[in-house]
């Protein structure tokens, strides 16, 4: 399969994309051929969650208020608010990561190709 990968031919990129669409398929196999097809450009991964400059712009105005919350309330509720910020990034980390069953792909066509995570 990583040789097939290796090929920058138009007929091994379809055969990859044949058997990435074959449900039958070794799952690690089928992970290597999708991100071949990936670095091709022929396969993209589905997006779930919040992009990264929404996280960034998010941790940027955190900061802002915990500035401001120390400033106006003093110093403990500036903690305190840091502390929530902290546990609900925690959180949310904990939460993308840890419950993860199956990579998404979206086809040429907009179709969704569903990989089991090889364990």
């Known amino acids: 399969m990583r040789e097939l990968a290796g090929r920058d031919e138009p007929r091994a990129m379809m055969l990859l994309y044949d058997f990435v669409g074959t449900e039958t398929a070794h799952s690690d ?3 290597v051929a999708a991100e071949a097809l990936v670095a091709r450009g022929l396969l993209r991964r589905e997006r779930s969650g ?4 929404f996280v960034w712009m998010a941790g940027l105005t955190a900061v802002v208020v915990v500035i401001g919350a120390g400033s106006i309330a003093g110093p403990v509720a500036a ?8 546990a609900l990034g925690v959180y949310e980390v904990r939460r993308r990561d ?11 066509q907009g179709e969704r190709i569903r990989l089991r995570v090889p364990s």
């Not at 919040?50 to 400059?53: G, H, K, Y």
């Not at 903690?79 to 902290?86: E, G, P, Q």
């Not at 840890?98 to 040429?108: I, R, S």
């Open 98 to 108: 840890g419950g993860k069953v199956e990579d998404v792909y979206l086809g040429p």
């Open 29 to 31: 196999a089928r992970h």
């Open 50 to 53: 919040p992009s990264p400059a």
């Open 79 to 86: 903690i305190v608010l840091a502390a929530v910020v902290v």
